[in-house]
C-alpha cells in the first residue's frame, strides 16, 4: 500500500480520517443495503415465492406463512390454572403450565416465562408469610417481656 491511499483513509499518526470509520462493512449497513436491493425487486420475489409455493414447494409455503404469520413471541398467553393465594396453590398452577406446554397450547419458551411468574408470585408470598411471622414473634416476645405492643 502506498503511503497516499494510506492518507485517503487515515491521519499521519494512524487514526481513521473524519467519514472514514475503517474496517469491515457494519452488519446494519449490509442488512440496510439488501433491504434497498429487496425494495426494488420484492414483487417479482413474492410472485416468484407464490408460483414455487402453489407448485408444492413446502419450503417457500413456510416461507411465505413466516412472513404473513410470524412467529409468536411475546404474546399473551391464557393457562387454565387456579388462583395462587398460598404455597399450597403452586403446585396444581406449575401443573397447569407444565400441561399446557406439553399439550403444545404453549411454546416452551412461553411456559418458562410463565414459570417465571409463579416463581415471583412464590417469593412474594414467602417473603410476606416470614413477615408476618416475625411481627407476630415479636408481638409475643413483648406480651411475655410485659411489655405493650
Known amino acids: 500500500m502506498s503511503d497516499d491511499s494510506f492518507a485517503d483513509f487515515r491521519h499521519s499518526d494512524g487514526r ?4 472514514n470509520r475503517g474496517g469491515r462493512p ?11 436491493r429487496v425494495a426494488e425487486v420484492g414483487d417479482d420475489l413474492i410472485e416468484a415465492a407464490l408460483k414455487v409455493a402453489k407448485d408444492g414447494n413446502v419450503r417457500a409455503i413456510e ?9 409468536r413471541r411475546g ?5 387454565e390454572a387456579p388462583e ?11 401443573a397447569a403450565v407444565a400441561n ?16 417465571r411468574v409463579i416463581e415471583a408470585h412464590r ?11 416475625m411481627t407476630a414473634l415479636e408481638e409475643e416476645g413483648a406480651r411475655m417481656r410485659g411489655e405493650k405492643p
Open 123 to 133: 417469593s412474594m408470598i414467602v417473603t410476606v408469610d416470614l413477615a408476618q411471622r
Open 75 to 79: 404474546r399473551p398467553v391464557e393457562i
Open 26 to 36: 457494519r452488519a446494519r449497513d449490509r442488512i440496510v443495503a439488501l433491504d434497498e
Open 16 to 19: 481513521f480520517a473524519k467519514g
Open 63 to 71: 416461507m411465505l406463512l413466516d412472513r404473513i404469520w410470524p412467529v
Open 100 to 115: 399446557a406446554v406439553l399439550n403444545g397450547a404453549i411454546t416452551p419458551r412461553e411456559g418458562a416465562a410463565a414459570m
Open 84 to 94: 395462587i393465594r398460598s404455597v399450597p396453590d403452586l403446585v396444581p398452577a406449575t
